[in-house]
């Protein structure tokens, strides 16, 4: 099972946007773990994600979070726009496609 970290400045929001993204993995048979943290957790927590992405109001803390994972976990930004519709859809696919490569870790 692969886990994806969802990190925001207190982990409300990312909680709100995992609530729904389970629908999605549902829908789509996947075999992932979420959890929804704040930043400071955020940091103890990453190097044993496999993904992690911010929420945009924490862009700021990319590198702070690149340094905590030696590079060794991809991390990303959710987009303003797909955070604030809570576009599970194209959040979901920005996290396979970073957990698969596809995607530069930081966009």
């Not at 829908?27 to 992405?53: G, H, I």
């Not at 519709?85 to 995607?103: E, T």
């Amino acid at each position: 099972m692969r886990k994806l970290l969802f990190a925001c400045t207190a982990g409300m929001s990312t909680r709100l946007l995992i609530q729904r993204m389970r629908e999605e993995i549902s829908s789509r048979e996947l075999d992932l773990e979420m959890a929804a943290l704040s930043l400071s957790e955020a940091l103890d927590a990453a190097p044993d994600a496999d993904v992690v992405l911010l929420g945009p109001q924490i862009a700021y803390a990319r590198t702070e979070l690149e340094r905590a994972v030696h590079g060794k976990v991809p991390i990303g930004v959710i987009s303003m726009a797909d955070f604030g519709h809570l576009n599970v859809a194209h959040i979901l696919d920005q996290a396979l496609d970073l957990l698969d490569g596809k995607q530069e870790a930081g966009k």
